[in-house]
Nanobody, 125 residues
Framework: QVQMVESGGGLVQAGGSLRLSCVASGRTFSIYPMGWFRQAPGKEREFVAGISWTGGSTSYADSVKGRFTISRDNAKNTVYLQMNSLKPEDTAVYYC??????????????????WGQGTQVFVSS
């Protein structure tokens, strides 16, 4: 059974940091591009960051560029999202995703066929 489990969310003050983790199991996720998306209440899901299967290429939404860093440890089938200088507008449920049939994560998320259950991040002002 394929599983992707996020952790690391929580409540933090503006300006603080959090590190999200996503552990994948059941498939060889080390060969899939992976990414992070988020969805705030009343808003559509949005792309946050993506990383190639080697970890050599990354991309970010403009809203998080310079503050967030995506990385992965293929030996542990884990992808991370280091979030610094958090802002109240970063409040959302964060989801990790993987695309088994693609070389890259589409910002729409439409080519992602594996998703985690989400972890809540709340940033207070």
């Amino acid at each position: 059974q394929v599983q992707m489990v996020e952790s690391g969310g929580g409540l933090v003050q503006a300006g603080g940091s959090l590190r999200l983790s996503c552990v994948a199991s059941g498939r060889t996720f080390s060969i899939y591009p992976m990414g992070w998306f988020r969805q705030a209440p009343g808003k559509e899901r949005e792309f946050v960051a993506g990383i190639s299967w080697t970890g050599g290429s990354t991309s970010y939404a403009d809203s998080v560029k310079g503050r967030f860093t995506i990385s992965r440890d293929n030996a542990k089938n884990t992808v991370y999202l280091q979030m610094n200088s958090l802002k109240p507008e970063d409040t959302a449920v964060y989801y990790c995703a993987a695309a088994s049939g693609s070389r890259w994560i589409e910002t729409s998320g439409l080519n992602c066929d594996y998703w985690g259950q989400g972890t809540q991040v709340f940033v207070s002002s």
